[in-house]
Antibody, heavy 119, light 105 residues
Framework: QVHLVESGGGVVQTGRSLRLSCAAS????????MHWVRQAPGKGLEWVAV????????YYADSVKGRFTISRDNSKNTVYLQMNSLRPGDTAVYYC????????????WGQGTLVTVSS | SYDLTQPLSVSVALGQTANLTCGGN??????VHWYQQKPGQAPVVVIY???NRPSGIPERFSGSTSGNTATLTISRTQAGDEADYYC????????FGGGTKLTVL
């Protein structure tokens, strides 16, 4: 059974950093691309970033490029999102999601972790 | 940037058919995916690559695309189908529609 568990969210001040983690279990982690998708309170879904199965390819939304970094540790079955220079507009629930390829669809989602950036 | 347009809300009578649309330029040549999100829960894929239904999703859910419109059809709607529904495609990046709130009357 596929299981994705995000952690690391919390309240942080504008300009500070935060690192999110997503622990995966129940499947062969090294065979899948992983995404981060966020949802601001009361708003729709926004894709954030994707990393290939081996970490060799990474892509970002324009809104986070240069500030966020996605990475993975396949020995720990975990994907990370390092978020720097946070802004109030980054306030959202952050979900990790599994994909077969870099540009497929989001097969499985975690339950999300809330990041609140205060000004 | 590529835009996807969804109606903010759709209402359907219990047991009737709901058609949720997603408009985009030549969306028919892209692969469209649909997600259902209930309050306080993570999204769940209900249709992938235009017409495919994941295991565990009822046959009442179906998808189609043509020209500039993709449609998620929910037949014999149930109270439990009330949710927000998002369409999704890839352009230069992943693009989501703004979401449609489905109300079952």
């Amino acid at each position: 059974q596929v299981h994705l568990v995000e952690s690391g969210g919390g309240v942080v001040q504008t300009g500070r950093s935060l690192r999110l983690s997503c622990a995966a279990s129940g499947f062969a982690f090294t065979g899948y691309a992983m995404h981060w998708v966020r949802q601001a309170p009361g708003k729709g879904l926004e894709w954030v970033a994707v990393i290939s199965y081996d970490g060799g390819n990474k892509y970002y939304a324009d809104s986070v490029k240069g500030r966020f970094t996605i990475s993975r540790d396949n020995s720990k079955n975990t994907v990370y999102l390092q978020m720097n220079s946070l802004r109030p507009g980054d306030t959202a629930v952050y979900y990790c999601a599994r994909d077969v390829i870099l540009t497929g669809y989001f097969e499985y989602w975690g339950q999300g972790t809330l990041v609140t950036v205060s000004s | 940037s590529y835009d996807l347009t969804q109606p903010l809300s759709v209402s359907v009578a219990l047991g009737q058919t709901a058609n949720l649309t997603c408009g985009g330029n030549n969306i028919g040549i892209k692969k469209v995916h649909w997600y259902q999100q209930k309050p306080g829960q993570a999204p769940v894929v209900v249709i992938y690559r235009d017409t495919n239904r994941p295991s565990g999703i009822p046959e009442r859910f179906s998808g189609s695309t043509s020209g500039n419109t993709a449609t998620l059809t929910i037949s014999r709607t149930q109270a439990g189908d009330e949710a927000d529904y998002y369409c999704h495609v890839w352009d230069n990046s992943a693009v989501f529609g703004g979401g449609t709130k489905l109300t079952v009357l």
